[in-house]
């Protein structure tokens, strides 16, 4: 690879300077030696290119704001390079990143500034002009060609990566190659770059996939003209785009243009082998590059990181990643999470992104993201030390417990219950040498520094680029099908009282599969069983004994039982916008203030599965597997909500936890209630239920 790189800029006559972004000014030198360049390097990202600082200054930070010139007045603080939210160290001339607090962009802020906090003074600033227009990745043509090549429009992500969409070729051509070089078209005077495994042999049969080439060793997109499917054994043109100077004036720089790659070899560990989850990692300086890959379903996401217990893999405390790419938009993300509770977020309590319980605290930056045979692969950084008190440094000095889930996403794009998760105790030493102990990639040549020879890597070739290598192919997974929970008839049960409490929700053939939403792991039981739907008639009065729980302050224990025509729950979260049109006819009373505050709370009864068990999935049907449940109540009296459906009351309404999300399920209204049916019922009473369901009506 080495070889091939210094040919590729010996062919091409490379002679252009490092790219770093779209230049925005120099640093005014007021103060304490700063100055420096500042470019742009995308929306939400800024470069400072031979920055300097003498670190005298008490408490000097990065910042930006909207005032007229730097001040004070309408300023945000902006992390360091290695996401440290502590005073500025000294530079002497160094290259770095910085990325703007999460939700704001270049086109919101006007001025950037190495501010004093102390004593309100600018050491150096530069203006950012509302006309920028900062570096995004550019659209080329499609491919078209013969032997089938085919693309929708390529994408240069930045300076040194393409994205090729719905990529086709019949794989028929005995040494096709992906190509690039000078000019508009193609030539044996071009060269070949690797395919989206890092390899160089000929290309295999592609049908609609979604591929990321990466330019070797410093060629650029603005050193080529033409990026082409090319035959190099008969010199034959399969396809090509080419590459127009007007696409090329404001792409991204690349991460390893920045300087932005681990200073040493890779480390790997498999962390769940059946859908091959692995996580990567190497130290660079202050801060640790980590890169997760795994066999991921659509709406999938993948988590890693430190336990919150210094000797036990434990998830209460934990300080994680949360990561996936999205497979229609092919953009990737990855979260900073505290787990404060086994919950899903709500009111910052639970699992939760650092920022959903403060403002700016979230210390993981985003590096790459790419989706590649179907592996979603996602690379981020983040500082070794503990940037506030929602993180938990990483130690290179000694093992450390680690963390690891892989689950659904919620329609908040939040982290839900996963079912694949660390089974007993699990520890990586960070700071060990580099060890690889993952299936291998497509050949060892993919885990060496580039540059290295004889006599040694230099300093600036002593860098590792972490490729998207393929892994072993999982074991497919058969379609779910939901478990058949009969309903509760409206003439049952004969006294019209239901007994709610919490349970599982069934693995993949349980709440997910029945209402088509994901939920975190435990559901409302109804009599005994998991989220029935419930047919009630008009003018009746209904009795839900509740044990949900009713301690507040321990939101994974607390469920106010409500009904209301809201399928989602979670009223006493939502924003006020989102309580717009919401009902609720049962469970709360109106405070003196106006809140809405919860009826529906009792002791906590838990339907508690088997720890010895097998695991849900494994069960043919929900009598099978609720034989397996044991009802676990704590001490406590149960609480009690009333209910008349009325005229005015839907058809359709929902039971729910008035602090959780997608914990219940429908009731179905009716205006009467088919005596033939309730006559029969009452003769064939033995057979309402299969003999492998339980009918629980009164548990005390």
Not at 266 to 282: G, I, Q, T
Not at 366 to 389: C, F
Not at 514 to 520: F, K, S
């Amino acid at each position: 690879m080495r070889l091939q790189a210094a040919l590729a800029l010996l062919l091409l006559g490379v002679a252009q300077a490092r790219y770093h972004g779209k230049e925005i000014g120099p640093l005014s030198e007021l103060h304490h030696g700063v100055r420096g360049r500042v470019f742009a390097v995308d929306s939400r990202t800024l470069y400072l290119h031979d920055f300097t600082y003498d670190g005298e200054g008490p408490a000097a930070y990065f910042y930006v704001g909207t005032s007229k010139t730097p001040s004070a007045t309408g300023a945000t603080r902006v992390r360091d390079e290695r996401g440290m939210d502590s005073p500025l160290r000294r530079y002497r001339g160094e290259g770095l990143t910085v990325s703007l607090p999460e939700g704001k962009t270049l086109k919101d802020v006007s001025w950037f500034a190495v501010w004093c906090d102390e004593y309100s003074i600018n050491f150096g600033s530069v203006m950012i002009p509302r006309s920028l227009e900062y570096p995004k990745p550019a659209r080329l043509s499609p491919l078209r060609g013969v032997h089938g090549v085919w693309s929708e429009p390529l994408v240069i992500v930045d300076a040194q990566t393409l994205l090729v969409p719905n990529f086709s070729y019949d794989g028929e051509a005995p040494d096709a190659k992906f190509w690039v070089g000078r000019g508009d078209n193609p030539s044996p005077a071009g060269i070949r770059i690797p395919d989206e495994n890092g390899k160089e042999s000929p290309l295999r049969k592609y049908s609609n996939k979604t591929i990321v080439l990466t330019l070797p060793g410093e060629l650029t997109v603005f050193d080529i003209g033409h990026f082409a499917v090319w035959c190099e054994a008969f010199t034959v043109n399969f396809g090509h785009v080419v590459l127009t100077k007007s696409a090329l004036t404001n792409v991204p720089p690349s991460l390893k243009m920045l300087g932005v790659s681990p200073q040493s070899k890779l480390n790997c560990e498999v962390l769940f082998d059946e859908l091959a989850f692995e996580v990567r990692w190497a130290i660079a300086g202050s801060s640790v590059v980590l890169q997760l890959v795994a066999k991921l379903e659509d709406g999938e996401y993948m988590s890693f990181g430190l336990s919150g217990d210094p000797e036990h893999s434990v998830m209460i405390g934990g300080d994680v990643a949360v990561a996936w790419v999205d497979k229609e938009t092919l953009k990737g993300y990855s979260d900073d999470y505290y787990l404060e509770g086994k919950s899903q977020c709500a009111g910052g309590r639970g699992s939760c992104p650092d920022t959903s319980i403060r403002e700016n605290t979230s210390s993981i930056r985003l590096l790459n993201a790419a989706l590649v045979n179907g592996y979603s692969i996602v690379t981020y950084q983040r500082p070794l030390k503990a940037s506030d008190e929602l993180d938990l440094p990483v130690y290179t000095n000694i093992s450390q417990p680690i963390i690891w889930a892989i689950g659904p996403l919620n329609s908040k794009t939040q982290v839900s219950y996963h079912q694949h998760f660390t089974k007993g105790d699990r520890f990586i030493e960070f700071g060990r040498p580099p060890l690889w102990n993952c299936p291998m990639p497509e050949g060892e040549e993919d885990m060496r520094l580039s540059g290295e020879d004889s006599t040694g890597p230099s300093e600036e070739e002593h860098k590792v680029v972490i490729r998207p290598n393929p892994v072993p192919t999982p074991k497919p997974t058969s379609k779910v099908i939901p478990w058949d929970i009969p309903g509760i008839q409206c003439y049952e049960p004969p006294d019209g009282i239901f007994y709610a409490q919490m349970g599982p929700t069934g693995g993949k053939q349980g709440y997910s599969a029945i209402t088509g939403h994901v939920g975190w792991g435990i559901s409302w039981y109804i009599n005994g069983l998991l989220i029935p739907e419930i047919n009630v008639v008009r003018g009746k009065k209904y009795t839900f004994v509740v044990e949900g729980g009713n301690n507040p302050d321990i939101p994974a224990r607390y469920h106010p039982f409500y009904i209301t025509n809201d399928p989602v729950g979670g009223y006493h979260h939502k924003t006020p916008e989102e309580k717009q049109g919401i009902e609720i006819y049962a469970g709360t009373r109106r405070a003196r203030n106006g809140e809405l505050l919860p009826t529906g709370t009792g002791r906590l009864c838990n339907w508690t599965p088997d720890n010895n068990g097998p695991e849900a999935d494994e069960y043919p049907s929900f009598g099978a597997y609720q034989r397996s449940l044991t009802l676990v109540c704590e001490e406590g009296n149960p609480g009690v909500v009333t209910w008349v459906p009325d005229e005015n009351t839907p058809d359709t309404v929902y039971y729910q936890c008035f602090t959780h999300r997608y914990l219940g399920w429908k009731i179905n209204v009716v205006d009467d209630c088919d005596e033939t049916e309730v006559a029969e019922s009452r003769v064939v009473e033995s057979v309402i239920l299969p003999s492998d369901l339980m009918g629980v009506e009164s548990i005390q």
